[in-house]
């Protein structure tokens, strides 16, 4: 157990609807990162958060969005999803930004 | 050009023997950061081994070992007396950036340990 927490474990939804991905930082972590696993694409990072701000920007496309709260937790929002939104996403936390990333249980989401 | 390369798609090894896989990277940056990953059927991503830059010696922990050859800009992971339960996905990783914010994964390696 990493310490971080991902909900749902699972969601299935319609092409075109909205959902929220929630992630819990390991105690003490300010950073947070997303990613997405698909089979085509690999595992790629989408963004990152440290401390409430947006650190760093990876392959995250513009229907997606994500934020940092004060008490550390984060959300991936993605809205008018398409089929090949279909992916695991993960969430991870390290302590401050250069440090080694600990992943969450990831959140398997399928678009039909 | 991939910053992470991992040439070997799929690895079968037999218990109790030891394998390397490979890794190589590609990067400008003077300072950044190594990492191997592995990921079970079960789908979680769990950190195994991590060496920076300016390590100069490898890193180890437990049965996992990284090779690390700089001037190579390799690092690869070596798993002494496979076992069973490392039969997995195994994701090369690389932090870069001047605040360690860029991080790239290679495309993986299926490890198969053998009865």
């Known amino acids: 157990d990493s310490g971080v927490t991902q909900t749902p474990k699972h969601l299935i939804t319609a092409t075109g609807q909205r959902v929220t991905l929630r992630c819990s930082p390991r105690?003490?972590?300010?950073?947070v990162y997303w990613y997405q696993q698909s089979l085509d694409q690999g595992l790629q990072f989408l963004i990152q958060?440290?401390?409430?701000?947006?650190?760093a920007k990876g392959n995250i496309l513009e229907r997606f969005s994500a934020q940092q709260f004060p008490d550390l937790h984060s959300e991936l929002n993605l809205s008018s999803l398409e089929l090949g939104d279909s992916a695991l996403y993960f969430c991870?936390?390290?302590?401050?930004?250069?440090?080694?990333?600990?992943f969450g249980p990831g959140t398997r989401l399928t678009v039909t | 050009a991939q910053k992470i390369t991992q040439t070997q798609p799929g690895m079968f090894v037999q218990e109790k023997e030891a394998v390397t896989l490979d890794c190589t990277y590609d990067?400008?940056?003077?300072?950044?950061?190594l990492f191997w990953y592995k990921q079970p059927s079960s789908g979680e991503m769990i950190f195994l081994i991590y060496?920076?830059?300016?390590?100069?010696q490898n890193a180890t922990e437990g049965r996992y070992s990284l090779n690390f050859q700089k001037a190579r800009k390799s690092a690869n992971l070596v798993i002494s007396a496979s076992q069973l339960g490392d039969s997995a996905m195994y994701f090369c990783?690389?932090?870069?950036?001047?605040?360690?914010?860029?991080?790239?994964f290679g495309p993986g390696t299926r490890l198969s340990v053998l009865p």
């Open positions: 991870a936390s390290s302590e401050g930004h250069s440090l080694e990333q600990y």
């Open positions: 990783a690389m932090r870069e950036g001047r605040f360690g914010q860029n991080f790239v």
């Open positions: 958060y440290y401390n409430g701000e947006e650190r």
């Open positions: 990067t400008s940056d003077q300072s950044y950061g």
């Open positions: 060496q920076g830059s300016y390590d100069e």
């Open positions: 105690s003490g972590d300010l950073s």
